[in-house]
């Protein structure tokens, strides 16, 4: 059974402040031509996403170039509710990293999916070089963004890009209980670009 821990992308959903907001029209209609053919208009970090290094790297790996083996394989959901601005090195948290090699962090509850959050807990750069230690070869975050907004020089994104820790933002953890599962979220081969959405999925290991 696959839990989809995706989050929608429509015309309603919230970009980053600033960012462009998804939208969408038809370029061919059904009842002009026999088929329906959409074109969009999105930020690369729509919904639940992969940032490339090339995203806060100027000589950065771009979306296309990352290993796909990554993104696919055992991960671990890792309870860390409660961490309102920040998810610190804990021992509750670095209890749950042993045997890890793919974290998932769970920040909160259920949330509305469409909208942007006031205030998300972003990743201690402490945390981040334990990652890195740990040899964890991917940080995923139910938040819009690996540092908490207003992060200057973005520091824990740093640490996870030398580390090659990739990093999957804004994913819908809120069924996703703690545990062992296979993550399945595979970036679009977008050449040359600094993000890509992905479908993400949980299957519960046997």
Excluded at 58 to 73: K, N, Y
Excluded at 89 to 109: H, K, M, N, V, Y
Aim: a negative charge; glycine letters at 10%.
């Amino acid at each position: 059974m696959l839990l989809d821990i995706s989050r929608p992308v429509a015309r309603r959903s919230e970009p980053w402040p600033g960012d462009s907001p998804f939208s969408w029209e038809l370029s061919g209609h059904f009842a002009r031509g026999g088929v329906n053919v959409g074109c969009i208009t999105t930020s690369t970090h729509a919904g639940s996403h992969v940032d490339a290094p090339w995203h806060f790297l100027p000589d950065g790996a771009t979306v296309e170039a990352l290993p796909l083996d990554a993104f696919l394989g055992p991960a671990r959901v890792i309870d860390a509710r409660g961490s309102e601005r920040r998810i610190e090195p804990s021992e509750a948290i670095l209890r749950q990293l042993d045997g890890c090699e793919r974290a998932l962090f769970r920040t909160r509850e259920r949330t509305d999916p469409y909208t942007f959050p006031a205030a998300f807990a972003g990743l201690d750069p402490g945390l981040a070089e334990e990652l890195v230690r740990r040899r964890i070869r991917l940080f995923g975050t139910d938040a819009p963004s690996t540092d908490a907004m207003g992060m200057h020089g973005l520091p824990s994104h740093h640490v996870l890009a030398r580390g090659s820790c990739h990093i999957v933002e804004w994913l819908d953890l809120s069924q996703a209980q703690p545990g062992d599962y296979e993550f399945i979220g595979l970036p679009l081969r977008l050449e040359g670009l600094d993000a890509s959405p992905i479908r993400a999925v949980l299957r519960r290991k046997a």
